[in-house]
């Protein structure tokens, strides 16, 4: 018996050193299996000059023509990984989430001050606390609290475009921007408020990061230089940016708090999560460390809510002076459902299938985040043959994936009849959300918000206005070509079309 025993030992113990030899030996093959194809690198700098510094979803997708779907470029030492199809992107991204949930290190988020916004956080325990607390006020069965205030935003829309149909890019941001603020901190603002200037002067730098992205590739003791010496000017305006990103978190925060103590208590997010903390003054470290935890939360989704929202609008007012036919369409089912006595409803949604397939074509058309945010891969991967290293850079190329003619034929054309089967929508076709939005542990927690908000706007302007191109010094229609700026947030340079009431004259934008 004791033979027999021993023998089963040896054996167990002779299984475990093979498999740890095994193991080595897949782990140093990995090491040995090459980097997914890419452009020739020059010496030292590598792909530097490859990176596309305008439209890089363009630039990346032509790449990924020549080289695939998975494609890899070296930049000083930094490996960037490029995914150009869905299939890659779910293998990678959402099936291995864990493995591609960190972000990279980005010198320009800590200049700038962005380093408190979670969307830039690196995966741990740091990311999980402020996501979880974001999470509990925005997942789908908390949305329907924000009705109200998504009725006052669509109100003032529709309001300031009755009133001055010129000043749609000014209607459309103070709108969203009451929604938010209001669904978060309980702020009741005027349009030219004082707080607002501020505030979008730090959403305006966030394209200062994709602006500057070479920066990444350049030693971080770039930070660290005088910015009165010569030649440095981009690092005095980053000094500028940084007091304004501040405001962001602290200045909406500390108006909640003070309404908080004056009685003066809105129904808001932050409201709630100020009532809570109340309850742990006996413990001041936690509550403090809580505190920390819901400001940048709801810093994070004031920052994250107001742009991608104005830049998925911008397009659908665009689409909709391109796409007449389209825009008759969605109207004669609005007419039908609704009638002319009242404003669209949440509650309608559900028999408004043309609308809601507009709505994912206009998230498809020119994705508001066309390269997303990029990650970073936390260890080791394998992916067909390639090898993809600890700490390479992943971007997901959403542009090019939703512009896959295999996947939306016609791509170039707004067609919402793509997401449409039997008078319904096909579960069949992608939705464009599953991508656009984020995937895997990244996906974006405000997605249900930003889908509430933008059919509430869509619905209501679409019900109660006509949009059509804008008109020369003839009178005679200007169409617009649809071209999204470069920015991590890209928004149509021109946008320019004309609003008017189904009823009235037209007024030109």
């Known amino acids: ?246 405001s962001i978190r602290n200045t909406p925060w500390g108006y909640s708090k003070d309404a908080s103590r004056t009685g003066d208590r809105q129904h808001c997010i932050a409201h709630s999560i100020i009532e809570r903390l109340s309850h742990a003054e006996d413990e001041v470290n936690l509550a403090h460390a809580q505190e920390d ?51 669209p409803e949440a509650e309608d949604r559900d028999r408004l299938p043309y609308v809601n397939a507009l709505i994912k074509e206009t998230l498809r058309w020119y994705p508001a985040l066309p390269t997303g945010v990029a990650r970073s891969a936390l260890t080791d991967d394998e992916y067909n043959g390639y090898r993809i290293p600890k700490g390479a850079t992943v971007i997901l190329n959403a542009w090019a994936i939703m512009h896959d003619d295999k996947v939306y034929p016609d791509p170039e054309r707004f067609s919402p009849e793509r997401f449409l089967k039997d008078g319904a929508v096909d579960p069949e076709v992608m939705d464009p959300a599953s991508l656009v939005f984020g995937i895997g542990r990244r996906i974006c927690p405000g997605r249900y918000f930003a889908d509430t908000t933008m059919f509430a706007l869509i619905a209501s302007v679409l019900h109660s206005f006509e949009i059509s191109p804008r008109l020369d010094d003839d009178g005679r229609p200007v169409a617009t070509r649809p071209h999204a700026a470069t920015g991590i947030i890209s928004r149509f340079e021109d946008w320019h079309c004309t609003v008017k009431p189904r009823s009235s004259l037209e007024t030109e934008i």
């Open 1 to 246: 018996m004791e033979i027999l025993l021993g023998l089963l030992v040896s054996l167990v113990l002779t299984s475990a050193v093979l498999l740890v030899h095994l193991y080595k030996a897949i782990r140093a093959g990995n090491k040995r299996l090459p980097l997914p194809p890419g452009p020739p690198g020059l010496p030292i700098v590598g792909n530097l000059f490859d990176i596309p510094r305008t439209t890089p979803w363009i630039g990346y997708r032509d790449m990924s023509k020549k080289y695939g779907s998975l494609m890899c470029l070296r930049a000083l030492g930094r490996t960037v990984i490029v995914i150009g199809d869905a299939r890659t992107a779910v293998d990678l991204l959402e099936k291995r989430s864990v493995t591609y949930a960190d972000r990279p290190v980005l010198n320009v988020v800590r200049l700038t001050g962005w380093d408190w916004n979670f969307v830039f956080a690196r995966y741990g325990q740091r990311w999980r606390e402020r996501r979880r607390m974001f999470w509990q006020y925005f997942r789908p069965d908390a949305v329907c609290n924000y009705r109200e205030r998504q009725r006052d935003g669509v109100q003032r829309l529709l309001s300031g475009l009755l009133a001055s149909p010129q000043k749609l890019s000014e209607h459309l941001r103070f709108s969203l921007t009451a929604i938010v603020l209001g669904s978060i901190y309980g702020m009741e603002i005027a349009e030219e408020d004082p707080h607002i200037a501020t505030f979008e002067k730090g959403l305006e730098s966030i394209e200062f990061l994709i602006s500057s992205s070479l920066l990444e590739y350049v030693p971080a003791i770039v930070g660290r230089v005088p910015a009165w010496l010569p030649g440095t000017g981009v690092l005095r305006r980053v000094a500028e940016i940084r007091e304004a990103v501040s």
């Open 293 to 343: 935890i819901a400001k940048d939360a709801a810093g994070t989704a004031y920052a994250a809510a107001v742009d991608t929202q104005f830049a998925t609008l911008q397009r659908f007012f665009v689409a909709m002076s391109l796409y007449p036919d389209v825009q008759r369409k969605a109207q004669a089912e609005l007419e039908q459902v609704i009638g002319q006595n009242r404003m």
